[in-house]
């Protein structure tokens, strides 16, 4: 049978002694005289450590001081797997988290963790900069590494002396660093949605119009359901079953106008739970035409579905991913010879005609953003009307 590597340590006795142990980790912890009160309470404080630990033998205190970097960043990043997962899958949180953690190991993996200090972290911070990454992307990496180390104090990996320490490091402000700015992610175009739109299977083309009117993040609009949508009122209210602030408490809603609704109706007529827009879905609709338009008659060559493998390698799921939304749009942007976008930028053009018309909080509302500043950077500021003031009083 297979070694139980994750069953709960038992409470034993060791008979030469006479005092119950239990053994974590190959390591025995002598808890006192067999079944006495003292012995089973110290087996549920190691057991308790043990579990709050992430079912790993807490570091003696003695072994503390000899940490490493390296080590800290270990224990770390086992913990982000555990912790950066949404329905089961890892975030693109632990992606950043590997990138922002690689120059700490590389830099200081040898360093005793406690005299990582200030210094080293800003040593760390100059090399993320030499590298050519944007003013944001390093200011927000330094602050993951800042997090690490005070998880590593929790857990007291580290003492709190070093995660105090490292927070006096201050953010690089604009312009008084080399670290570039980064552009930023501006709205796409009109005429260039138009000119991709006909290089766009149909469902994609809808999941693209869909987005563009109602602001909604490209993982939203690839989870639509009907038992999702509110349709009682005169303007529909999508809450999506999952979506990027729910580990906050907050709730998504998404409102959906006549123009929405249009493009929406065809794809409500299937069951309650089922995906409206499908990949595989898609792909029946394209084998179709294309059978649609064939020109060789069906006595000669291959008839529909005798040349398909057995077992592909890859299916056409029944819900489109970012990634594969984003990747049929990118194939699109190829053959319409226009510059390539990604959806998150429909997401902008939306945040940018919402603030031009209705004002600030209304773009924050339509977004979903919790603080306004945070709306700014989805919508263009509207420079047409400071002309505009500018024309009358200027």
């Not at 002598?30 to 709050?52: F, N, Q, T």
Request: proline share 7%.
């Amino acid at each position: 049978m297979p070694r139980l590597v994750h069953s709960t340590p038992k409470y034993r006795k060791h008979r030469a002694s006479g005092q119950a142990v239990v053994t974590i980790q190959g390591k025995d912890f002598y808890l006192g005289p067999w079944k006495s009160k003292a012995s089973l309470v110290e087996y549920d404080r190691l057991i308790a450590e043990w579990l709050a630990n992430g079912r790993h033998a807490p570091v003696p205190a003695e072994d503390r001081r000899d940490l490493t970097v390296t080590e800290v960043v270990a224990r770390y990043w086992r913990f982000a797997k555990q912790h950066y997962q949404k329905d089961g899958k890892p975030t693109s949180s632990l992606d950043e988290v590997r990138l922002s953690l690689k120059p700490v190991r590389e830099v200081y993996g040898h360093t005793l963790a406690r005299d990582f200090g200030p210094l080293a972290l800003k040593a760390v911070r100059q090399r993320m900069v030499d590298a050519g990454q944007s003013r944001g992307t390093v200011n927000k990496r330094i602050a993951t590494v800042k997090r690490a180390f005070k998880w590593a104090v929790s857990e007291e990996l580290v003492p709190p002396s070093v995660h105090h320490a490292l927070s006096a490091v201050a953010g690089l402000q604009k312009g008084r660093t080399t670290a570039p700015e980064s552009n930023g992610v501006p709205p796409v175009p009109e005429e260039v949605v138009q000119a991709t739109l006909p290089h766009l299977p149909e469902i994609v083309a809808d999941m693209v119009w869909f987005q563009r009117l109602t602001g909604a993040r490209p993982g939203e609009v690839c989870i639509v359901r009907p038992c999702d949508i509110d349709r009682t009122g005169d303007v529909w209210v999508f809450r999506p079953e999952s979506h990027k602030m729910e580990h906050h408490g907050r709730e998504r809603l998404i409102f959906i106008g006549p123009k929405g609704q249009a493009i929406l109706r065809p794809y409500l007529l299937r069951s309650a739970e089922a995906y409206c827009f499908s990949p595989a879905e898609s792909v029946k609709k394209h084998l179709a035409e294309k059978h649609a338009s064939r020109k060789t008659p069906l006595q000669y060559g291959n008839r529909p579905g005798t040349n398909r493998k057995r077992r592909p390698k890859r299916k056409a799921g029944d819900c489109y991913t970012r990634d594969s939304y984003r990747r049929a749009i990118h194939r699109a942007c190829t053959e319409a010879e226009v510059e390539q976008w990604s959806p998150n930028r429909l997401r902008h053009s939306a945040g940018t005609e919402i603030r031009k018309r209705f004002g600030l909080e209304a773009a924050q509302v339509t977004l979903g953003h919790a603080k306004a500043d945070v709306t700014q950077v989805y919508a263009e500021r509207d420079a047409a009307l400071a002309m505009e003031v500018m024309r009358k009083i200027g």
